[in-house]
């Protein structure tokens, strides 16, 4: 395969407004305006990077706001958690204390009514001696 190059390249060609004349735009011609418009898409990306990095450091200062604000958020929750355990073990203390004193009372009834009925036992244990006593002391009387 034999590949020939064109005899003419093509090259850009302007018309003067005044004469209209071809003018063939070379390099020489359009490297003023190739540089211009690098100068000027170069301003444009600068732009936009400085753009880029304004919203980023926005992003990242948000980011951070987040962090302290669930951070800050985290730290009251826990406090308000302390503080609820606190108040509910409190209550369960004062539970069991109310619980014990009534225990308390109750044996200390129950241990009452026990005397009491000691107490009666007693008596009738010493009305059963004493008349067991007095049938001793009385002679004459046998038992059977």
């Known amino acids: 395969m034999n590949f020939e190059a064109p005899k003419t390249f093509h090259e850009p060609i302007l018309k003067c407004p005044n004469c209209s004349h071809d003018i063939k735009l070379t390099e020489s011609l359009a490297a003023p305006l190739i540089e211009e418009s690098r100068k000027r898409f170069q301003e444009q990306l ?82 059963a001696l004493q008349a067991q006593a007095e049938k001793r002391a009385r002679p004459g009387r046998t038992e059977a």
């Not at 951070?71 to 826990?78: F, G, K, P, S, T």
């Open 46 to 127: 600068a732009s936009k990077d400085s753009e880029i990095a304004k919203k980023a450091e926005m992003l990242r200062k948000g980011h951070e706001e987040l962090t302290a604000a669930k951070e800050h958020l985290e730290d009251e929750v826990n406090a308000r958690l302390e503080i609820e355990r606190s108040r509910i073990a409190s209550a369960e203390a004062k539970k069991a204390s109310e619980a014990a004193a009534a225990e308390l009372r109750s044996k200390a009834r129950e241990a009452e009514e026990l005397r009491a009925a000691l107490a009666v036992n007693d008596a009738k244990l010493a009305e």
